[in-house]
């Protein structure tokens, strides 16, 4: 057995009806000369499973929710119940696509078995398939989740033999709720000693925690010594309120190699750029809908704070930064430089606060009150009361720049469709691979309908960098 951390316990405890703690990919293969089939790609998951210790892994609750729960390894483990077949109705073409990925998406996995999920999608126009896999994000990070990717793919289109000993893991005996009960009771007699521990490692650092967190200025552009320092309210947009359970999905492709020649012509980095990308994007769309605000939005950035010592160890290693997005420049070189500083100043005050402060102020909550927090939340549809935390979450995801196949297909694409929270619509995610940028916006259906223009605006808020820059050089 091996009890979930604070952080992982918090991605359970904050579902909702409308809400999920899951992550989710799309993967597209090309079509090759060997077809790539169900059954092979069901066999070849079954062929690593050793290798991926969160597909095995199923929840055990700690009764009353007295302390954080646990995995243990599933006794009654069911290769089919996860690996699914299901394809796209006529024509196939990326809309259906996406919205098929949506819907799936939307739906919470069940915590009676590990918590993932893995959909092999036919019927696509050029008779490429697709992959469309949820993990929640109990079981991983973004990190994590790239290691996994690194199991299921190969670096050849020939995949290498299954191991000749057939490894197997073994299953656990599944507890009793009196010896769960006990395990709680004991972390409940730890809970003083681990609130000691967060004091010690947290007020030293107040002073940046606190103007992280609660500094602002009234309005306007900001003096630069104060770029990260976020508003204490994001302004409220179309983005933000209370979210519904339906969801919108839209995702493409971009060139890696233009992002590149924006950051060697302006002198910033590719991530400066992809900020910088969607920040446009904002603007474009909320000034079509006429509802830009005079303000700076501000975005949640993740943060992987994983060591080297923790890679392969899967669970949560991260943290989070508060980013203002130059949405109220309209001259996109000026807006270029205004992220790229707001993006270093963001990350040194970043590296003030210890990496697992996070982790520590989420060991220390107790499970129930977590989830009785969520609820309320929900219930009373606070989003709609209050201005939002921030309004949107922006996440950049370095993947590996060389072809990857399964079963022997070409990995054509990578598409990220992360989760959206009460308050904040929005998830904007990009992941580098093989020359590329792709990217998946996630949105509540009812707030962003027409999700689809924000992918455009991407495209030409890319072109628009690539020009200035051509011009700049």
Not at 308 to 328: K, W, Y
């Given at each position: 057995m091996r009890q979930l951390s604070g952080l992982d316990n918090s991605f359970l405890a904050f579902e909702s009806p409308v809400t999920y703690g899951h992550v989710t990919s799309l993967a597209i293969f090309e079509p090759g000369e060997r077809p790539m089939t169900y059954e092979r790609v069901r066999d070849l998951v079954g062929e690593r499973l050793h290798l991926v210790a969160p597909f095995r892994r199923r929840l055990v609750n700690v009764p009353l929710g007295l302390d954080h729960p646990y995995w243990i390894e599933d006794p009654d483990f069911d290769l089919e119940y996860h690996v699914r077949h299901i394809a796209v109705p006529p024509p196939g073409n990326a809309h259906q696509l996406a919205e098929l990925a949506a819907e799936l998406a939307a739906r919470h996995l069940d915590r009676s078995h590990p918590l993932w999920e893995m959909y092999f999608i036919e019927g696509l126009e050029d008779?490429?398939?697709?992959?469309?896999?949820?993990?929640?994000?109990?079981?991983?990070?973004?990190?994590?989740?790239?290691?996994?990717?690194?199991?299921?793919?190969?670096?050849?289109?020939?995949?290498?033999?299954?191991?000749?000993?057939?490894?197997?893991?073994?299953?656990?005996?599944?507890?009793?709720?009196?010896?769960?009960?006990?395990?709680?009771?004991?972390?409940?007699?730890?809970?003083?000693?681990?609130?000691?521990?967060?004091?010690?490692?947290?007020?030293?650092?107040?002073?940046?925690?606190?103007?992280?967190?609660?500094?602002?200025?009234?309005?306007?552009?900001?003096?630069?010594?104060?770029?990260?320092?976020?508003?204490?309210n994001a302004p409220r947009t179309?983005?933000?309120?209370?979210?519904?359970?339906?969801?919108?999905?839209?995702?493409?492709?971009?060139?890696?190699?233009?992002?590149?020649?924006?950051?060697?012509?302006?002198?910033?980095?590719?991530?400066?750029?992809?900020?910088?990308?969607?920040?446009?994007?904002?603007?474009?769309?909320?000034?079509?809908?006429?509802?830009?605000?005079?303000?700076?939005?501000?975005?949640?950035?993740?943060?992987?704070?994983?060591?080297?010592?923790?890679?392969?160890?899967?669970?949560?290693?991260?943290?989070?930064?508060?980013?203002?997005?130059?949405?109220?420049?309209?001259?996109?070189?000026?807006?270029?430089?205004?992220?790229?500083?707001?993006?270093?100043?963001?990350?040194?005050?970043?590296?003030?606060?210890?990496?697992?402060?996070?982790?520590?102020?989420?060991?220390?909550?107790?499970?129930?009150?977590?989830?009785m927090a969520s609820r309320l939340a929900t219930r009373v549809k606070i989003a709609n009361r209050l201005n939002p935390p921030f309004n949107v979450i922006i996440s950049n995801v370095p993947g590996p720049q060389f072809p990857l196949y399964s079963a022997g297909a070409l990995l054509r694409g990578i598409y990220p469709l992360s989760a959206i929270t009460d308050g904040v619509g929005l998830n904007m995610t990009l992941m580098s691979y093989n020359g590329h940028l792709d990217f998946g916006l996630l949105a509540c259906r009812e707030m962003i309908p027409d999700i689809d223009a924000l992918v455009d605006h991407l495209g030409d808020e890319l072109r628009t960098l690539t020009k200035v820059a051509a011009e700049e050089g």
């Open positions: 008779g490429a398939v697709a992959e469309l896999t949820k993990i929640h994000h109990a079981c991983i990070d973004g990190v994590s989740g790239a290691e996994i990717l690194g199991v299921l793919l190969d670096i050849s289109h020939e995949p290498p033999p299954p191991p000749a000993d057939d490894p197997r893991w073994t299953p656990e005996r599944e507890p009793s709720q009196w010896e769960m009960l006990g395990r709680g009771l004991v972390g409940l007699v730890s809970q003083p000693r681990t609130g000691l521990r967060l004091a010690r490692r947290a007020v030293p650092r107040l002073g940046a925690v606190m103007r992280n967190f609660s500094l602002a200025l009234p309005s306007g552009r900001r003096p630069r010594e104060l770029l990260s320092v976020p508003l204490t179309p983005l933000n309120g209370t979210i519904t359970p339906h969801r919108r999905f839209a995702f493409g492709s971009l060139p890696l190699a233009d992002a590149k020649l924006v950051k060697d012509r302006l002198a910033g980095t590719v991530n400066d750029v992809v900020m910088t990308m969607c920040a446009g994007a904002l603007r474009r769309w909320l000034l079509a809908h006429d509802a830009l605000p005079d303000v700076p939005l501000l975005a949640m950035v993740p943060v992987s704070v994983r060591t080297e010592e923790q890679r392969g160890t899967f669970g949560n290693r991260i943290s989070v930064m508060f980013v203002t997005l130059p949405t109220d420049e309209p001259d996109p070189v000026r807006r270029f430089h205004l992220m790229r500083d707001e993006m270093k100043v963001a990350k040194e005050q970043h590296h003030a606060i210890p990496a697992d402060l996070l982790q520590d102020f989420a060991q220390f909550t107790p499970p129930s009150v977590l989830g």
